[in-house]
């Protein structure tokens, strides 16, 4: 199975900061990578996929980059609706995975 | 609108069974390929499984192939899970998610709750 890496774990911050999350794959993925953000008690948001198309209805603060096996996800000016977990998760083959989450507090 | 509504979660004793459902409206369930992701609680995501909009392709998780079977009823627009064998590992909230154009899940259920407990 290919296994998804993201740093770092937490990452705390404030508002109007450019925020950058890593996602490493262990074997190439292309671009076959989505991002997506959890608030507490909610399912998750697709964001990104295809490691740089924005889902419709995204802010474009958030933006994806990469390929084959290093990706990151930038959000340009971290805004208060901004604070979740993000996660990757690779799109290339069975199993599907899941990196380990960034969870985004408040500085 | 898309809407999944997931039902059928609770408290189960290990080795017990569980069938989950997923209720799809607001697209043409046909037509997309279906899976489930689950959640332990405090931890992160793992994909379970997923099923071909024909729903005669299938794919496992290796932690639980051969205890669950994923299916669908497109006529009745639902998802199911059937969950045997049940463990403690198993406990999570599990969320039923339509894919996109790729293997990646556009929209996701609120989620449903199993416990497997003694």
């Known amino acids: 199975d290919i296994q998804m890496t993201q740093s770092p774990s937490t990452l705390s911050a404030s508002v109007g900061d450019r925020v950058t999350i890593t996602c490493r794959a262990s074997?190439?993925?292309?671009?076959?990578l989505a991002w997506y953000q959890q608030k507490p008690g909610k399912a998750p948001k697709l964001l990104i996929y295809?490691?740089?198309s924005l889902e419709s209805g995204v802010p474009a603060r958030f933006s994806g980059s990469g390929s084959g096996t290093e990706f990151t996800l930038t959000i340009s000016s971290l805004q208060p609706d901004d604070f979740a977990t993000y996660y990757c998760?690779?799109?290339?083959?069975?199993?599907?995975?899941f990196g380990g989450g960034t969870k985004v507090e408040i500085k | 609108e898309v809407q999944l509504l997931e039902s059928g979660g609770g408290l189960v004793q290990p080795g017990g069974s569980l069938r989950l459902s997923c209720a799809a409206s607001?697209?043409?369930?046909?037509?997309?390929?279906m899976s489930w992701v689950r959640q332990a609680p405090g931890e992160g995501l793992e994909w379970v499984s997923a099923?071909?909009?024909?729903?005669?392709?299938?794919h496992y998780a290796d932690s639980v192939k051969g205890r669950f079977t994923i299916s669908r009823d497109n006529s009745k627009t639902t998802l199911y899970l059937q969950m045997d064998s049940l463990r403690a590992e198993d406990t999570a909230v599990y969320y039923c998610?339509?894919?996109?154009?790729?293997?990646?899940?556009?929209?996701w259920g609120q989620g449903t709750l199993v416990t497997v407990s003694s």
């Open positions: 099923i071909g909009s024909g729903g005669s392709s299938t």
């Open positions: 607001g697209f043409t369930f046909s037509s997309h390929a």
């Open positions: 295809k490691a740089s």
């Open positions: 074997q190439s993925i292309s671009s076959w």
């Open positions: 998760q690779q799109c290339h083959s069975y199993s599907l995975t």
């Open positions: 998610a339509k894919w996109g154009s790729g293997t990646y899940f556009d929209y």
